[in-house]
C-alpha cells in the first residue's frame, strides 16, 4: 500500500544492532508508521552523518527510503533532535530506558495505538533524562501504567472491580491476576500483587495528571517497590509473555 519511497516522519530508536562491519539495523518507533526496520548504512563508521541519530533512544527526524519490492527501509537522514545522553550516565536509567523499549518491541500488534505510544515514550524519556537515577522507578511506573491505559487494560484504582465499592483513605488492595483488575482485600481473598493504600492512591491520583505533575509524587520506598512489582505483573499479562528487563529489575 505504500506509494511514497521517500518519506520522513519523527523516530526514536528502540534497538540497534550491528549489521556487517560499519552497518546498523535500527528498529525505530515513528510518529506516523509505527515500529519500521531500517538499516542504516556505515552508521557505525566514526565520521558517519547517522553516527549519533543511530544510538538507542535517539529522538529524529528520520527520512527513509522504502523500496516497494522487498518491502525494505534504509534511513538516508537522521537530523538529530534528542540524543538522550544524560539516560547512558547511569544504570539504573539505561535499564528503565530498556525496559520500556522492551516493552514497545513486545507491544506492536497495538497498531492504531502507536502515535500515543510514540509520544509516551518521548515524554518520558524527556523526564527520565532530566531527572536524577532516583526518579527512574517512577517514570517507569508512569510509562507503565500510562501503557496500560493505551493498551486498553488500565483498571480503575479507586473501587474494588469486583464488589464496586469505593476504597477508603487507608485502605490497600490486591492487583488481581493478569491482566485483571484492582480488588479490596475481602474480594481478593489473598489472591493478586498486594498494593499499598499509598500505592493504590498513587495510581488514583496519577490517573488524570499530566506526566510532570505525576512525577512531582513521591511514594514510601515500600510502597513504590509494591507497586512496581504489580504494574510488571499486569504488563506481563497484557503482553503475554515474559520481559527479560523485567527479570532483571525484580531481582533488583
Ligand atoms: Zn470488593
Known amino acids: 500500500m505504500q506509494t511514497f519511497r521517500n518519506l520522513s516522519t519523527p523516530a526514536i530508536v528502540i534497538r540497534r544492532e550491528r549489521m556487517g562491519e560499519s552497518h546498523k539495523g535500527l528498529v525505530l518507533l515513528t510518529a506516523d508508521l509505527g515500529l519500521v526496520h531500517a538499516a542504516a548504512y556505515g552508521a557505525w563508521k566514526m565520521h558517519s552523518a547517522l553516527r549519533t ?39 539504573g536509567r539505561i535499564e528503565a530506558a530498556s525496559l520500556w523499549a522492551e516493552v514497545v518491541l513486545k507491544s506492536i500488534a497495538a497498531g492504531e495505538t502507536t502515535g500515543g505510544l510514540y509520544r509516551l515514550l518521548l ?24 501503557f496500560l491505559d493505551l493498551a486498553g487494560y488500565r483498571p480503575d484504582a479507586s473501587a474494588c472491580e469486583r464488589c464496586g465499592r469505593a476504597f477508603g483513605e487507608a485502605e490497600g488492595a490486591a492487583w488481581l491476576a493478569a491482566p485483571g483488575g484492582i480488588a479490596c482485600g475481602a474480594c481478593a481473598g489473598g489472591a493478586g500483587l498486594p498494593l499499598s493504600a499509598g500505592a493504590r492512591r498513587y495510581l488514583e491520583a496519577t490517573r488524570d495528571l499530566d506526566l510532570a505533575a505525576s512525577l512531582a509524587i513521591s511514594l514510601d520506598p515500600s510502597s513504590l517497590a509494591g507497586l512496581g512489582k504489580a504494574l510488571q505483573h499486569a504488563i506481563r499479562g497484557v503482553l503475554e509473555t515474559d520481559l527479560a528487563s523485567l527479570r532483571s529489575l525484580g531481582q533488583r
Do not use: I, M
Not at 538507542?56 to 525494505?72: C, E, M
Not at 524519556?125 to 501504567?145: I, N
Open 53 to 91: 541519530g543511530s544510538e538507542p533512544f535517539a529522538h529524529s527526524l528520520a527520512r527513509l527510503y522504502h523500496d516497494p519490492v522487498k518491502n525494505t527501509y534504509k534511513v538516508t537522514d537522521l537530523e538529530v533532535r534528542e540524543s538522550f545522553e544524560g539516560l547512558r550516565t547511569d544504570l
Open 123 to 146: 515524554a518520558c524519556l524527556r523526564a527520565l533524562e532530566a531527572g536524577g537515577a532516583d526518579r527512574a522507578p517512577y517514570a517507569t511506573a508512569q510509562f507503565l501504567w500510562r
